[in-house]
């Protein structure tokens, strides 16, 4: 990686907060070295800026959305009521011309009248022709010309509304002409089909002049949208550009790395051969640089990571699970990501040390920089055997928003992550959030019910957002590779009453614990055949299980705590299952004592 690089990174990261999705989108597209002469300048790329104007645009806010779909739902209702008339309007003409069709006497008669009052009704078809010829030519100059849209629109409304009167009289006059073309001539049928051919062409016009006007609107609404939605890009983007260009103007990257060359710390970036790759899924988010602190490789050390976070206030059962885990995934050559924080944070920390193997502390400050201070030493001992981790310039310390910002860095290292302890508003949960929308494992630890360091962890459990983890073996099984790292299966102490067969231990059952019975009554109550009582009272007998007395077969007795044979090593007749609970204690014969007479 060449220096100039190095230089515009480190300028860049004094400019920008940790975590600017919008100076990673712009170092993205132009490079380092370019965003900072173009912050310097106050400019910012046409291209950037359309792209950021979309995205704006995109996420603009509800209100907005329900103004848009308000609009559109309008200028649909009104289309649908056009559609409607214009139905109607065909419905009616067709209902007139059955209506003529069927009463041919009246129909008759009234062409004998207009006949005789309007003689010109062949004057007023070829008149209706001209007014159809300049009506479709004031239609294509609409379409070709928008700039008179609005005039044309309304002239070709008002040669609507002629053409329908006079569509409706020469509908008339062509059943005059055509009543008398059958007595008299052929010629009025022309007139007919002329006016049934100007019905079509203004049924055409008139729809067509419809879709034209619902394009018009629609375009009109969303552009109209479009800018009420970008109004307010340009204002931000200024005030972005002008923080950054305050902020770069007095930062001095040149001293940011000669005081990390003094302190022993490095500032890697990425294409940097200890860049850990897994942090490109951040996206814009991605942090521009990463300043290290410590003798353990980043990338290496992140190859096979889990990340513990939990509470600053833990119980001693968080601090124990946390520093068990830690030594526990340390000692199978697991590195342990956290945050460097007091409870839970550092007992994972110690824990890792414990183990001899790297830990890696990520801070919400400089790598120069010791918060909290009381685990000063403990990040000393980090940077001997790990590394500390901080996106953060040199000097730079600790706020409320870096510790969140931080949590990004601690899932987007690890492989997993595992949630100790945690209330219902606890920054662990941020970080188990972070790791949910990276698809990275998370796993919680339960606690007791009635703890409220643990309701956090209880809630990812019960909406099934997380795993549950009771060992380190778990947490490597479940970040582990498939097949390769699989946590030993629990079992139950065994007993040696399990290797005992079905009718044994009927027979067994059957057996009273006090006083004897004999081998009739044992096999009836047992349920099974006299042969397979004897054979099986014999062979408890030689285990040590049943012994014979008077009145027959009673259980053992387990010899007394205070005196056993150290030579006679037998089975335990009783089973962990609460047999001996029917065990009574030996009875004891009551002593008389003489009189003292």
């Not at 609009?71 to 009521?81: F, I, K």
């Not at 004897?516 to 299980?545: E, H, K, M, Q, R």
Request: glycine fraction near 8%; hydrophobic fraction near 40%; proline fraction near 5%.
């Amino acid at each position: 990686m060449n220096s100039a690089e190095l230089l515009a990174r480190a300028a860049l990261m004094r400019a920008a907060d940790a975590g600017d999705a919008m100076m990673g989108r712009l170092v993205a597209h132009c490079g380092a070295p370019e965003a900072v002469r173009l912050i310097r300048e106050r400019k910012l790329p046409r291209a950037f800026v359309a792209q950021e104007t979309q995205a704006h645009a995109q996420a603009q806010d509800p209100a907005q959305d329900q103004v848009q779909a308000q609009a559109r739902a309008e200028a649909q209702t009104q289309a649908l009521a056009r559609m409607e008339a214009r139905a109607q309007a065909q419905i009616q003409l067709q209902v007139q011309a059955q209506t003529r069709a069927q009463d041919p006497a009246q129909t008759q008669a009234q062409a004998q009248a207009l006949a005789q009052t309007r003689p010109q009704s062949h004057a007023h078809a070829q008149s209706h022709a001209h007014i159809l010829a300049q009506s479709h030519a004031q239609t294509q100059s609409h379409a070709q010309t928008q700039s008179h849209a609005q005039a044309q629109s309304h002239a070709q409304a008002q040669s609507h509304g002629n053409a329908q009167s006079h569509a409706h009289m020469l509908a008339q006059s062509h059943l005059q002409t055509h009543s008398h073309a059958q007595t008299h001539s052929h010629g009025h049928a022309q007139s007919h089909g002329h006016a049934q051919t100007h019905d079509h062409h203004a049924q055409t016009h008139a729809q067509s002049h419809a879709q034209t006007h619902d394009h018009h609107a629609q375009t009109h609404a969303q552009s109209h949208a479009q800018t009420q939605s970008s109004t307010h890009l340009p204002a931000k983007l200024d005030q972005r550009l002008g923080i950054w260009h305050a902020r770069l103007m007095a930062a001095d990257p040149a001293a940011d790395l000669s005081t990390g060359e003094r302190l022993g710390a490095r500032l890697i970036v990425p294409g940097s051969p200890e860049w850990p790759t897994q942090l490109d899924q951040l996206g814009a988010a991605r942090p521009l640089g990463l300043w290290l602190h410590g003798s353990a490789d980043l990338r290496f050390s992140c190859l096979r990571s889990v990340a513990i976070v939990g509470a600053r206030s833990a119980t001693p059962y968080g601090l124990h699970v946390a520093a068990e885990f830690g030594l526990g995934l340390g000692e199978d050559g697991w590195t342990v990501v956290s945050g460097g924080a007091y409870g839970v944070d550092g007992a994972a920390h110690r824990g890792a040390l414990a183990s001899d193997t790297p830990t890696v502390v990520v801070l919400a400050c400089g790598v120069d920089v010791s918060y909290p201070r009381g685990h000063h030493e403990l990040f000393a001992a980090a940077r001997e055997q790990g590394v500390i981790v901080s996106e953060c310039p040199p000097g730079v310390h600790p706020t409320r928003a870096r510790f969140l910002i931080r949590n990004r860095l601690i899932a987007a290292l690890s492989r997993g992550t595992v949630v100790v302890e945690a209330a219902l508003r606890s920054g662990a949960l941020n970080t188990a959030a972070h790791a949910l929308a990276l698809n990275r494992h998370l796993a919680a630890v339960p606690g007791p019910v009635t703890s409220m360091m643990s309701a956090g962890c209880h809630r990812l459990l019960r909406e099934r957002k997380a795993t549950c983890v009771t060992t380190p073996e778990e947490v490597i099984e479940l970040v582990g590779t498939i097949g390769g790292d699989l946590a030993p299966c629990a079992r139950g102490p065994a007993v040696p009453r399990d290797a005992l067969n079905e009718v044994t231990r009927k027979v067994l059952d059957a057996v009273p614990s006090r006083g004897g019975t004999g081998p009739a009554s044992i096999a009836l109550s047992a349920g099974v055949s006299l042969d397979a009582t004897l054979s099986a009272l014999g062979g408890l007998a030689a285990a040590g299980y049943v012994e014979r007395v008077e009145k027959g077969w009673r259980l053992r007795r387990p010899a007394s705590a205070s005196y056993r044979k150290s030579d006679a090593v037998l089975p335990d007749p009783v089973d962990s299952s609460g047999a001996d609970a029917f065990i009574e204690p030996p009875e004891t014969e009551a002593r008389v004592e003489p009189s003292g007479q």
